[in-house]
């Protein structure tokens, strides 16, 4: 199949590229198992389309505000990128609160507005530059290797059964939902896998190099070996010049 839908597909699509039925490829299920893992997480880490932004929201139990970390569990987390603050300015309900006093002497009078709607933009960001001053945003840091999120706040201002949200970049799981099975198909991830497994293709080989069969035919691995490791090295070259968007600089 021209357009694979599944990991399974994948591996006859490289194979057929690389030469297979008519050529034998020298390798074992189990390595091409493996290289297929290798290039899916290349590609979750370094490809745009390999992950994906997303929120994640947790209910604050009073184990996690003692140990002071969130344990994100099995959700292919990549990166934090930040907490949203837990206390804002804008929601307390405490008319006698200094930060709650502080905005309400901040807002004009209503009768300035006069329908002028640049001038309500400029007075949210004004106030919403207020909330972050005052209420301050949680600092964290992200465990990946742990898979948990520390956040540092006094336990003062958490309180069981509050919820907290994060700002996530989670790797997309082919198959584990319809619309992310045509990553299997992506132009990237089929070339750079086919290279992947014509290189451990021409791995196998390099043991029986120069030999010659019956017939004449001399065994040439390292040629396979080093077509391969070119062939990877002019994709990824393609990759940075055309497809990467850059370093992306995380906060948290």
């Keep these: ?92 309900t405490n008319f006698f609160d200094i930060k709650y006093q502080m905005m309400l002497n901040d807002v004009t009078d209503l009768n300035n507005y006069a329908g002028d709607i640049a001038y309500y933009e400029q007075m949210q960001q004004h106030l919403s530059l207020l909330d972050m001053k005052l209420s301050g945003v949680p600092e964290i840091t992200h465990d990946r290797q742990g ?11 958490l309180s069981v059964g509050d919820y907290v949200v994060v700002e996530v970049y989670g790797i997309r799981t082919p198959n584990s939902d319809v619309e992310y099975n045509s990553l299997w198909n992506h132009k990237f991830l089929k070339e750079y896998t086919t290279a992947i497994i014509k290189r451990q293709w021409g791995t196998n080989l390099l043991k029986f190099d120069g030999m010659t069969l019956p017939g004449g035919v001399q065994i040439s691995g390292r040629s396979i070996f080093e077509d391969a490791n070119n062939e990877l090295e002019q994709i990824r070259t393609r990759f940075r010049e055309e497809e990467d968007v850059g370093p992306v600089f995380f906060v948290g």
């Design 1 to 92: 199949m021209a357009s694979p839908n599944s990991r399974q597909e994948l591996i006859d699509y490289c194979l057929r590229s690389l030469g297979s039925p008519v050529l034998e490829i020298n390798v074992d299920d189990e390595q091409i198992e493996d290289r297929v893992d290798e290039a899916l997480q290349w590609f979750r880490e370094y490809h745009p389309d390999g992950s994906r932004r997303h929120y994640m929201s947790f209910e604050l139990t009073q184990t996690i505000i003692d140990n002071g970390y969130i344990d994100l569990g099995d959700n292919n987390i990549q990166t934090v990128i930040r907490m949203f603050p837990i206390n804002t300015v804008s929601q307390t």
């Design 147 to 157: 898979n948990r999120v520390y956040f540092y706040l006094s336990s003062e201002k």
